[in-house]
């Protein structure tokens, strides 16, 4: 048997005489199995977290918008008509939008109204989709708005309600508000109360009759793509510079790129708790290195090799740390299971958007993680493998 598996086995064991080298390790071994197992599951976390918000902002925000870019552009039914076709496989859903102020009896709140194609649109949003399902629009002035607004004029289906303008019509010798009343057929659940408490959405038809706009002038163009961040690059080379394309992911860029920074700082943090566990791996080595000094000047002086000796401590050093990897990792992976099979955490969905935990870890943070610990093991199981080599062989043996 060769010397460095027998001496990795030989200090792997419980020595009665030196107990809190072994308890060292122990507590080395737990620290790195707890550290990684609570990164891993931060980390997903995070990432469900993120993942979340961004279906739900969105499926609400769409991926594409086309909106004029200088004051005397107007978005068109004929560029609608040239996107179509020179994109055919996009999915397009034109609109017009306004801010109004709700009406029905003493209760005023604001919201936003967009007027689309019914069908269109839900092409593209699968929330309207479903609030639409089994429902008829026939009305001339109907409108689907969200959860939150129902609730707070208790809606019900057939009621009418006033909604005015911030635009203006000539009465007299002055300027009043646009009223108009609406039939209220269904709402959304967008899982985004901003949303829910805001949007409303009725016919494109009824909106322009509305603000009195023309026929096939729109406020932009919706468009639903499979993958816009590259798409969104072959229409900006398409439509001319008085027209701009923004991505869902630019109108939310502060919110993203927060989170992004918050994900990076708790990876940090939580790395750091890998590390101070890891000094229980250098102060167990080290424990033993100077238990073991008679031990390893007799056999440096029977032949046995610096590098022997080095790579001894170094393995098991790896040894302590990479099972502590393991069952970190393990843990990690059986917390995240039972944390998605099981609704142990509960979480307010006004605030979060779903009442259940969301959890997503990607193939690259997982990787990231048990590199970044291995990494921390193997600079920790170093330093007192090479301190191991560097006893005065005589002077051990006269002194010890």
């Not at 707890?34 to 976390?45: H, K, P, R, S």
């Not at 002038?217 to 027209?243: A, L, M, Q």
Request: positive net charge; charged residues 20%; hydrophobic residues 45%.
């Amino acid at each position: 048997m060769s010397l460095v598996p027998y001496l990795v086995k030989k200090y792997l064991r419980f020595d009665k005489s030196q107990p809190f080298i072994t308890i060292s390790a122990i507590l080395a071994f737990l620290g790195v199995s707890i550290g990684l197992m609570v990164l891993i599951i931060a980390m997903a976390i995070m990432n469900g977290t993120s993942k979340e918000f961004k279906e739900k902002i969105s499926t609400m925000s769409y991926p594409i918008t086309i909106l004029p870019a200088t004051a005397d552009a107007t978005v068109n039914h004929y560029v609608l008509d040239a996107l179509q076709a020179k994109f055919p496989d996009f999915k397009y859903s034109p609109y017009i939008n306004s801010q109004v102020i709700m009406k029905k009896g003493k209760k005023m709140e604001g919201a936003m109204i967009f007027g689309v194609d019914f069908k269109q649109e839900s092409e593209i949003n699968k929330i309207i989709k479903k609030a639409l399902e089994g429902r008829k629009i026939t009305d001339k002035f109907p409108m689907i708005t969200g959860d939150g607004i129902g609730a707070t004029f208790d809606l019900q289906e057939g009621n009418k309600t006033t909604l005015i303008f911030t635009e203006s019509q000539p009465s007299g010798f002055s300027l009043i508000p646009i009223m108009k009343r609406f039939t209220y057929r269904g709402d959304f659940k967008s899982g985004m109360q901003a949303y829910d408490n805001a949007y409303i959405y009725t016919t494109i038809g009824a909106l322009s009759k509305v603000l009195k706009l023309d026929k096939g002038v729109y406020d932009g163009i919706h468009i639903s793509t499979e993958n816009p961040i590259e798409d969104i690059k072959k229409i900006r080379e398409f439509i001319p510079p008085y027209y701009a394309a923004i991505g869902w992911w630019q109108q939310n860029g502060s919110l993203f790129s927060a989170m992004e920074v918050e994900k990076r700082a708790l990876f940090l943090v939580l790395m750091l708790i890998i590390l101070v566990a890891s000094l229980n791996i250098i102060s167990s080595l080290l424990m033993t290195v100077m238990n073991r000094r008679r031990e390893i000047a007799l056999l440096l002086s029977l032949g046995a090799t610096k590098k022997e000796i080095k790579n001894a401590f170094f393995t098991l050093g790896t040894v302590i740390g990479g099972a502590g990897v393991l069952f970190g990792t393990f843990l990690g992976l059986f917390g995240i299971f039972i944390l998605g099979k099981f609704d142990i955490v509960e979480l307010p969905a006004d605030v979060y958007g779903t009442s259940k935990l969301p959890l997503d870890l990607s193939t690259g943070d997982f990787v990231s993680i048990v590199l970044g610990a291995i990494v921390i093991v193997l600079f920790s199981s170093f330093y007192p493998a090479k301190k191991a080599t560097d006893i005065d062989v005589l002077a051990t043996l006269r002194n010890e």
